[in-house]
Each structure stands twice: as structure tokens, then as C-alpha cells.
């Protein structure tokens, strides 16, 4: 065929490129056609002259052109670059006028190393072939995929593509069909390393093959209408449900090239679940991570966080492995690849693995491991499917241990479920196998450095100033209050708010499952309960708790949540002179929250009338903060109502401001106001009664609502 140009590329540097060029060129040139071989290396290696032996000749002829060619049994010879200088001075019509001097030629080669610089779109754009030499290693199937997102972004069609493999080891890393089952193709040819006796026909058969076949009449056909992907970007979440990407996936061909169909990669509509570059990567950090358990103390890794200085000196010591070994490998890629794949397995040596990144990024409020293929974390209220994965299922669970020995937890067949706090102040919670089917699963509530003040509250739209300036009536008036909402609606973090109206002269004990709160007061007594220890002894409750607090001559009382019988003892406190409590409570509704507590009560094994359960939460709970996370991922406070009394068997109570919603706006977000009811607080007694200033009249600046029900 007259005119065709043959661009081989390699999908990582090293991998054989240069080599197949110069024997495709000879096996061509004994085929009787003429013959021009382009070297399209701009970093100036000069590989092709050095192996056909016509240095002195190109750079003779340099004189006279800016692309000189040379001529060696029956080769035509280009060299585009002689230094790394010169490839830089390149211009892009420099390559045009040298390609079309070369018009004559029956075929041309050119030995292109990816990634195409912009000099060499010329010789791109008139390809008939691009010939992708793929190595046998992991970091040569990463990179297959990475050429062939390029030569998609570059509007080249994938038929005109050929994947090549190129054995250079005896014994590969990946072999033939694992490498056609991770990039999902069908490998045109399979060349023998260069010391095999069949490498030679096998050139020959690819040379034939190549010299058959028909020009393709537009390699780029499929420019416009073909979606591109969009480049991998660090620490960057993808979405539960991706969108379409053009990715390469299969094709036709063989080895013998004579009776082989066109090679055809057809194009992935969708992103698959396992993507194939984080595939390849697990590949290679599994082999790392086998040599440094063979060169550092395992068990001193385990106990690394139980001593900050040593765990300093346990990373700079792997640090150190770690870039040694992957010195050694040929399939790391480049210096930021190498730096990179060092940081991650350090990560998952010595830290959280790929939770490393998401624990450090302050947006992420919340970290749900679904098994060790699938992470999601919560930003802005939203939730999203991430593109890091644990190795296997081993590498999670020695993550979820190293989480939990420090803390002096465990997490095993016996205790397949545990609560725990990271020394952040996280709130981490694991569950495995046989309770957690689909393997281990691990849930971190994360809070941020900057702990969120009541101005904050304003400006995100949590509440308004008016009814801020009731809470913080209610807190100094010492109203017993309990904030209600569903899980994850921030009901913690509201109580981290309201309290800090709490006057700093106040003494305040805080109990809690696993400690959350950060009161800003210097008069503080933080207690936490604790689980039963190995043996199944030594367990400490929150009711013991609760029970302890009231000889600890506190002010106030506050009680991070409420879940069982505590509420009694809770409420007992309540009603025994230390008013001014603060608890929070699971529920839906203002309403519902009173039915809960009730719930609570009954749970602490007395066997106690329902009227007196209800006497005993209408004396105790003057107020009920309703919170709620609304469609658009924003929390609000949608309620403040008062506990009034009882009639009859029911507990009264009435809401004093409500948030009522109108739908969306066009950015989708929660449209809505805050709706005074025109009651007047029975609290404002108790306001007078303590001299508490506080104007009735701000609430009723609000708009009023249309209806109590």
C-alpha cells in the first residue's frame, strides 16, 4: 500500500518500542518496499541511529536541515531530535515538511513514545496504524489504558489501533490472557523477547500482516461522537453512578497475522466497578507489601500509634524500604508514579490506608466502608462513591484493628461489633463477619478541626437570629432540653452549640457513649463509658454514669444520648434540682421524641405505670429542639416546641416556631421560612423569675404560620 504510516508507541517507557521499529523497518525492506524509519524520541536518546549505525550520517546532514535523514541498506533514516534542546525547539511544521518530504516512501514507521508531544501531532494525524507495545507487568496494563484514553482524547478510532505484546522477561509478571482479561482486548500479536529463535518470524508475520491489510479511509471517524473519558484525578470521588466513559475494551487478531480479522476495540459505554488502574497498582503494592513484612518488625508496625515517636521512626524506616523496593522494579513508571505508590503503601503500612487521604480532607464528614471494594463518604451532606479501595478483605480488617487497638478495643468472632473514638475525636463504628454478610464494614462520624460556633448556625441557615436568641434564653433560664432528630442530622453538633450559653462558672459533667463533645467552659468533667474487656468483665454504662454524676455536685447535666434506661435516671436528675440539662435523643418529630423517651424508660427494667412514665417527662423536659437533614443534604432546626403538661394520660405540647418548606429552588436546594405560631413560651415565667433579658417580641418578627396543624 503506497504512503501508510505505522506509529508505535509504547504504553510505558522500556518496554520495547525502539527495538520492534528498527526489526519492522528491515523485515519491510526485505519485503522489496521502500522503507522510511522516523525516530520520534524529542528527549533525544537517539536509540534508532545508534542501532542502525548512522549517527555520523544524520548529524553530517544536520547541517543542512532542521530534520536530517540518512540512509542505510535501503532504510531512510529520520532522527526529529539530537538532544533534549532540540526537542524542544521542534516545531509542529517542521515534522509537516519532513513528512511530506518523505511522500515518496512506500511505508514509513515512526517510533513515537507516549505521551505525543504537540510537535508530533502531524505525524498522529496521518497514522494508518498505531501499534501499542504493551509490557507483561501490572504498570504496563495501567498503562495500555492510559494510551488508549489518550489516542480517544486525540480523535484517533480505535480500530486503527493494535495492541502488541512484547515479552522481554521469561517469566511475566502477567501473562497473555490475564493481560487481555484486565484491559478486556484481544492482543494482535504476541512477540517472543529478543533472545528467542521465534522472535524473528514473528516480526515477520506482523510485518506481512501489516503490509495485507487496506488502509483504514479515517482513522479519526469517531472524534465527535465518541464520549471522552474524563481524566483520573487524586483524592477526587466519582459518582454512585458514573458517567458514560470511552474506554478500549476488545479486539481481534493473532499471532500469525497472515488469516487474522482487522483488530477492532470496541468502545466501554460505562465505567466498570473495577477499574483497571487501581487493579494493576493493588498487583504491585501487594508484591511490596510482601517483601517489607520479610524486612520490618510486623508486630512493631501493629503498635505503632500506641507511641508517636516511634511511629515517626517506624515510617522514615519503611519510607526508606519502600522507595528502595520500588527502585528495583522496572513497571513503576515515572518519579511522581514511584513518589506516589510510596506515600499510598506507607499509608496502608503504618496508617488507615486509602482512608489516609479522606481523613484528611476537612469536607468529608463521613467515612462508610461497604466491604473492601466500596467507599463512601458524606460531603456537604451528600453521599458519594470514592474511587479508593482496600487491597482485599485482610487489608480492611488490619486496618479496623490498628483503628481500634489503641483505644482498647477489639473486634472478633466473639465481639463482631465495637463503638469506638479516634484521639480526633471520630466516632468509629465496626461491624464483620458473621453480622456484617457482605464482608467488614466500617463507619467513622468525623468532626471538624473548626468546631462550628452559633454565628455559623446564621450563616448556614440552621436557624435565624431570633430563634437563637431563645435557645439561648432557654440555656441560661436552666430549661431542661432535649434535641431530637434522625440519625445524622446533627443533633451532637447542636448541642456542642447550645451549651456554650452555658455561664463559664457552671460546673458541667458530660457523659457520653463515646465522647463527641467539645464545650468550650473551663469548668468541665468529661465522662465516657465503657465495654466489657476480654474476659467480659468490667463494663460501665451510661446509667452508672448518670447515677455517679449526681454525687459529683454538677450544675448541669448533659448526656450526649439517650438510648436506653438512662433516660430514667436522666430524667430523675432532672426532677431532683439539676435543671438546666442538656441530652439528645433519636426521633423523628417533637412528638415522636416524647414516645421514645417513654420507650427508654421502660427499658430500664421497672415495671412502672405509663402515666407515671409520662408525669415524670412532662415535670422533667421543659423544651424539644427538632433537627432534621433535608433533602438537599442541609440541616435545620424544622421545630422549637415546649412541653406544657398532661391531660389526661397524654403529655401537652405546643411548638412555638416551625420550618415550613416550599420545594426547590433551580441550584436544588430546600426552599422554606421559619413560621412563628403566635404562642406565647410558658418559659417566659422562668425567664423573669431568674432575670434573664430576653424580648418576647423577636419571635414574633418572624412570618406567622397559617395554621397550628
Not at 285 to 290: G, L, N, Q, S
Not at 594 to 599: L, V
Request: glycine share 8%; net charge neutral.
Amino acid at each position: 500500500m503506497s504512503g501508510a504510516i505505522f506509529v508505535i508507541t509504547g504504553v510505558k517507557g522500556g518496554c520495547g518500542t525502539t527495538t520492534l521499529a528498527v526489526e519492522l523497518a528491515q523485515a519491510m525492506q526485505r519485503h522489496g518496499g521502500r522503507v522510511a524509519l522516523v525516530d520520534g524520541d524529542l528527549q533525544g536518546r537517539r536509540s534508532v541511529a545508534v542501532l542502525l549505525d548512522v549517527v555520523r550520517k544524520l548529524d553530517d546532514a544536520r547541517v543542512e536541515s532542521d530534520v536530517p535523514t540518512a540512509s542505510t541498506h535501503g532504510i531512510t533514516v529520520v532522527e526529529l531530535a539530537r538532544n533534549l534542546d532540540g526537542g524542544f525547539a521542534l516545531r509542529a511544521e517542521h515534522v509537516e515538511q519532513a513528512m511530506r518530504a518523505l511522500g515518496d516512501q512506500a511505508n514509513i514507521i515512526v517510533d513515537a513514545p507516549q505521551p505525543f508531544a504537540a510537535a508530533a501531532r502531524p505525524i498522529v494525524a496521518r497514522a494508518s496504524r498505531f501499534l501499542a507495545v504493551i509490557e507483561p507487568s501490572a504498570l504496563g496494563a495501567t498503562s495500555a489504558r492510559a494510551l488508549f484514553k489518550e489516542l480517544l482524547q486525540l480523535g484517533v478510532a480505535m480500530t486503527g489501533v493494535l495492541p502488541l505484546l512484547n515479552q522481554r522477561d521469561p517469566r511475566p509478571a502477567l501473562s497473555r490472557h490475564e493481560l487481555e482479561q484486565l484491559l478486556e482486548i484481544t492482543m494482535t500479536a504476541e512477540l517472543p523477547n529478543v533472545y528467542d529463535r521465534g522472535r524473528g518470524r514473528a516480526v515477520e508475520a506482523l510485518a506481512t500482516r501489516l503490509l495485507g491489510e487496506p488502509p483504514l479511509a479515517n482513522h479519526r471517524q469517531l472524534s465527535v461522537s465518541l464520549p471522552l473519558p474524563h481524566p483520573e484525578r487524586r483524592e477526587r470521588p466519582t459518582d454512585a453512578r458514573p458517567a458514560a466513559e470511552a474506554s478500549a475494551l476488545s479486539g481481534n487478531g493473532h499471532a500469525n497475522g497472515a488469516t487474522a480479522p482487522e483488530s477492532v476495540i470496541e468502545v466501554e459505554p460505562q465505567r466498570r466497578q473495577g477499574d483497571l488502574a487501581r487493579q494493576a497498582r493493588d498487583i504491585l503494592k501487594t508484591d511490596i507489601h510482601a517483601r517489607i513484612s520479610k524486612e520490618v518488625d510486623v508486630v512493631a508496625l501493629s503498635r505503632a500509634h500506641t507511641d508517636q515517636q516511634k511511629q515517626n521512626e517506624l515510617r522514615m524506616q519503611v519510607g526508606g524500604v519502600v522507595q528502595r523496593l520500588l527502585a528495583e522494579r522496572s513497571d513503576v513508571g515515572s518519579a511522581e508514579d514511584a513518589a506516589l505508590l510510596r506515600q499510598e503503601i506507607v499509608d496502608e503500612a503504618l496508617g488507615y490506608g486509602p482512608l489516609e487521604d479522606l481523613m484528611r480532607d476537612q469536607r468529608v464528614t463521613e467515612i462508610m466502608v461497604n466491604g473492601h471494594q466500596r467507599i463512601y463518604v458524606e460531603r456537604g451532606g451528600h453521599i458519594e462513591l470514592t474511587n479508593k479501595r482496600f487491597t482485599d478483605a485482610q487489608q480492611l480488617r488490619l486496618v479496623i484493628e490498628r483503628i481500634l487497638a489503641p483505644l482498647g478495643r477489639r473486634v472478633d468472632e466473639a465481639v463482631p461489633l465495637v463503638d469506638a473514638r479516634l484521639p480526633d475525636g471520630s466516632r468509629v463504628n465496626a461491624i464483620i463477619e458473621p453480622l456484617s454478610i457482605d464482608g467488614a464494614t466500617l463507619t467513622i462520624r468525623r468532626f471538624g478541626t473548626k468546631r462550628l460556633e452559633a454565628e455559623d448556625y446564621l450563616r448556614l441557615g440552621t436557624l435565624n437570629e431570633p430563634m437563637l436568641d431563645f435557645l439561648r434564653a432557654a440555656v441560661q433560664g436552666r430549661l431542661n432540653i432535649a434535641i431530637s432528630g434522625g440519625t445524622g442530622s446533627g443533633k451532637t453538633t447542636l448541642l456542642n452549640v447550645v451549651s456554650s450559653f452555658i455561664p463559664d462558672h457552671e460546673r458541667i459533667v458530660t457523659i457520653e457513649d463515646a465522647a463527641e463533645l467539645k464545650l468550650k467552659q473551663t469548668h468541665v468533667v468529661r465522662l465516657e463509658a465503657r465495654p466489657a474487656n476480654i474476659e467480659g468483665r468490667g463494663e460501665i454504662k451510661i446509667r452508672d454514669l448518670v447515677r455517679n454524676s449526681l454525687r459529683m455536685r454538677p450544675d448541669r447535666i448533659v448526656v450526649g444520648e439517650c438510648r436506653g434506661g438512662e433516660a430514667l435516671d436522666m430524667l430523675q436528675a432532672m426532677n431532683t434540682g439539676h435543671d438546666g440539662s442538656l441530652t439528645t435523643a433519636h426521633a423523628n418529630t417533637a412528638r415522636d421524641a416524647m414516645a421514645r423517651i417513654e420507650t427508654m424508660v421502660m427499658m430500664a427494667g421497672f415495671d412502672l405505670p405509663v402515666r407515671a412514665i409520662r408525669e415524670q417527662i412532662a415535670s422533667a423536659l421543659d423544651l424539644v429542639v427538632q433537627v432534621a437533614r433535608l433533602r438537599d443534604g442541609s440541616r435545620k432546626v424544622i421545630s422549637l416546641t415546649e412541653v406544657v403538661g398532661m391531660e389526661g394520660d397524654v403529655v401537652t405540647m405546643q411548638d412555638l416556631v416551625r420550618f415550613e418548606q416550599h420545594g426547590m429552588d433551580a441550584e436544588n436546594r430546600v426552599k422554606g421560612d421559619f413560621l412563628f405560631t403566635g404562642v406565647q413560651p410558658q418559659a417566659l415565667r422562668r425567664f423573669e423569675e431568674l432575670g434573664i433579658e430576653y424580648d418576647f417580641r423577636r419571635l414574633a418578627t418572624l412570618s406567622p404560620a397559617g395554621s397550628l396543624w
